[in-house]
């Protein structure tokens, strides 16, 4: 095992060193670690040649300080890594998933790594294709929003290479995983229309498997639960499509049940509902009022603006190459998985009755 030798006397040569394209022998210059150590560091062997976190902390620190590129074309050529990451979202059509892929994109720009994108469709078929196909270009780690209803061959693959889940993951899996509060958003969603006055409040979900839609609805029940309003839950639909929404809220509001709100499980839903509750010649918020899960820009240029429940897009991305990242380099042996929380964004869609 190796040790560093005057780190600190060298440090300040950092600046000097970035002026040119960086080499393994500028790494091993202000190092003071020889370039057989520094290699071994970077493709993710340290625990391997039993190199210490204090002499990985340093390499990673020149890397980064360096902005040091390794030649991946040559190290492919050497190993069969594509230094390539592979990225599966199920409904690329979708302005989330459309967003987070090119999070995703831009974040493994910084490490050099190119994306392979790979629409599933939301067809476990596909899915399972699609892991085919990265797993034969060797891809060195995967980013994925999963369709499938069970985690066995993730987990199998987890075995071989990274493996990192956004938005959707599998509850009790040692699958690491970077998601939001959808429960607490949807609880928090639902007690804003409570709160102005609303009981007859009509749910169009998502995909029904899906722990997204799952936490969603049940954050929905229980603020109409603890509200005292459990006889009049309402769930509907059962897909994220602007299809599912349309049809639902128009099939509800031909139904002549009374309806005083919408809670649209996702932006793509809350599109078709808008288009139904027009053709019906109700206005939203004077008729209806009507929220949505997801964020997006376009939604405060509808009129009225709508309120949403707004989903941490930027952290999710950067997050989630970041722990890829770390196994990939060796820099992680066990990723966390990382919940975080949505806010909720108000605006005119929502009058109180």
Known sequence: ?????????????????????????????????????????????????????????????????LDYSPNYAAQSLRSSSMHTIGLLVPRIDNPFFANIASIVIQEAHKFTYPVMVIDTCENPVEEDRALDTLLQRNVDGIIMAPCSETPERLREIAEQKPIVLIDRYFEDEDLPYVATDNYSGAFDATKLLIENGHRDIICIQGAPLSVTSRNRVRGYRDAMKNAGLEANIRIRGNEYSTQNGYIETKLELLSGSPVTAVFALSSTILLGALRAIEEQGLKVPDDISIISFDNNIFLDYLNPPISRVCQPLEHIGVLSVKLLMDSILGLEDRQPSVMLPPTLIRRGSVRHI
């Open 1 to 65: 095992m190796e040790t560093s030798r005057g780190r600190g006397i060298r440090i300040h040569h950092y600046h000097l060193a970035a002026m040119k394209k960086s080499t393994l022998a500028d790494i091993a210059r202000i190092t003071g670690l020889s370039i057989t150590t520094i290699s071994r560091v970077i493709n993710g062997k340290s625990e391997e040649f039993r190199i210490s976190k204090a002499s990985q902390d340093v390499v990673m620190k020149a890397i980064k300080d």
